[in-house]
């Protein structure tokens, strides 16, 4: 029988967490093993990890066909795992509720929108409803993926119930891209948050990838990692989870400016075309979804400039794509000013980071409006960049991550 603590070989757990912390990987996993006994009454079997992810460059491209350039990263969601022959499943998170979800009922619930419970008996009904099997586990998870910031602590949830029904039920033959389309069809329908691909992905795949989405489905391209930066993460105040209204207006206008050219996506539409009618279209849609289509088809652009510069290590030039995007962002697709709010904790995360001694790139994160701000910085200058990062956002608000080398998984137990 596996050891009850996962005996995973260092060599793995680096692709995992980069430079990590032995000790707190261990004492993770002792807290988790505690958990399990107290909730379940038992002994886990199996140990699963599922990462957070960044978005490098493509912010708000991938709902209408764009593409995207995202990577995991070292934070992740950690579960120990028991196989269970009742249909039932059952997950447990410190200071949380018990999640409980009957394989027997797997219709979607309008009552469970925003809820864990809803991801889980999303997923489970993905797989179903394609002919993979399903069945009951119990779980002990922890995250160290901050939830509501931009990091998808919801795709990072998603992901390990998708890996754990993968590798338990399906002997681990269900490839990344399912995997990611069933982690997003149980956050769109059952969740009740539109959303893109983009999130699930990453995570999914693992490493840096480039993903392009012009046909509605992930096509992606594993690329090299990035040239010598390091990546920082700021919480810089807010929870966008009570924002989805603001987000998915995005969607929504964007969709509106290609309706005019009697197309569903921004991506089907020529940009010559668009930018030849812009007269027209100001008498027919707002001036803000103008801008941020704008944004969408030189958001394209730059996604390919950020891929060009990793293929060829270019620094320099991978350094001013994710400016331009974050530049981008700011004016044209304006999601870093939510709608009534004076407190302005994004841009002002990102003129603080500008600042900073090493810093070389600064923006907005993920859906943008409030969480979390990127910044890649020379890593020469780390220990003076802490000494920075604790001054102006104090040193629970910032993480400096490792890109992970590999999507959700089972750690192997020896």
Same mark, same amino acid.
């Given at each position: 029988?596996? =050891?009850?603590?996962? @005996? ?33 009454? =038992? ?47 059952? !997950? ?12 027997? @009922? ?7 929108? =925003? ?64 995997? $990611? ?48 930066? =390091?990546?920082?993460?700021?919480? $810089? ?11 998915? $207006? ?49 958001? @394209? ?33 304006? @999601? ?9 904790? !994004? ?68």
């Amino acid at each position: 029988m596996a =050891s009850v603590i996962p @005996n995973v070989d260092n060599s793995f757990l680096k692709q995992v967490y980069g430079d990590f912390d032995p000790r707190f990987f261990e004492s993770r996993c002792s807290s988790l093993v505690d958990d399990f006994a107290e909730n379940f009454s =038992s002994q886990p079997d199996e140990w699963f990890s599922s990462p957070g992810r960044i978005e490098i460059v493509g912010n708000h491209t991938d709902h209408n066909n764009g593409k995207v350039l995202c990577a995991s990263i070292s934070l992740d969601t950690l579960a120990c795992v028991k196989k269970t022959d009742d249909g039932v499943i059952r !997950i447990h998170s410190g200071g949380y509720p018990m999640i409980t979800v009957d394989l027997n @009922n797997l219709s979607v619930n309008v009552k469970e929108y =925003s809820t864990s419970t809803a991801l889980v008996r999303g997923v489970a009904a993905f797989y179903k409803e394609r002919g993979y099997s399903i069945g009951g586990f119990c779980a002990s998870a922890h995250s160290t993926v901050f939830k509501g910031a931009g990091v998808s602590s919801s795709a990072s949830f998603e992901l390990l119930v998708a890996e754990i029904l993968n590798c338990l039920y399906n002997d681990g033959k269900i490839d990344a891209v399912t995997k $990611a389309v069933a982690a997003h069809h149980a956050e769109s329908v059952f969740f009740g948050k539109p959303c893109g691909l983009l999130d699930q992905c990453a995570i999914s795949l693992g490493g840096v990838s480039y993903i392009d989405f012009f046909d509605g489905q992930p096509h992606p391209m594993r690329l090299n990692s990035i040239p010598d930066l =390091s990546v920082v993460l700021v919480n $810089a105040g807010g929870d966008h989870s009570s924002l989805t209204d603001q987000y998915a $207006a995005i969607r929504t206008e964007m969709n509106k400016v290609a309706g005019v050219f009697r197309k569903k996506v921004l991506r089907d539409v020529q940009d010559a075309e668009f930018f030849n009618r812009l007269p027209e279209l100001r008498r027919k849609v707002s001036g803000r979804a103008i801008l941020r289509a704008i944004h969408f088809f030189e958001e @394209n652009v730059r996604v390919e400039e950020a891929k060009a510069a990793l293929e060829n290590a270019d620094r320099d030039s991978f350094v001013k794509a994710v400016n331009k995007s974050g530049e981008s962002s700011m004016c044209l697709l304006q @999601n870093c000013y939510p709608e009534g709010d004076k407190t302005q904790s !994004i841009p002002s995360a990102v003129e603080i980071l500008k600042r900073m001694d090493g810093v070389k790139a600064s923006r907005v994160h993920g859906g943008g409006f409030a969480g979390t701000v990127i910044a890649f910085a020379e890593p020469s200058k780390t220990a003076a960049l802490r000494e920075s990062l604790d001054v102006a956002f104090g040193n629970e608000n910032y993480f400096i991550v490792n890109v992970r080398k590999v999507g959700a998984c089972r750690l192997p137990n020896d």
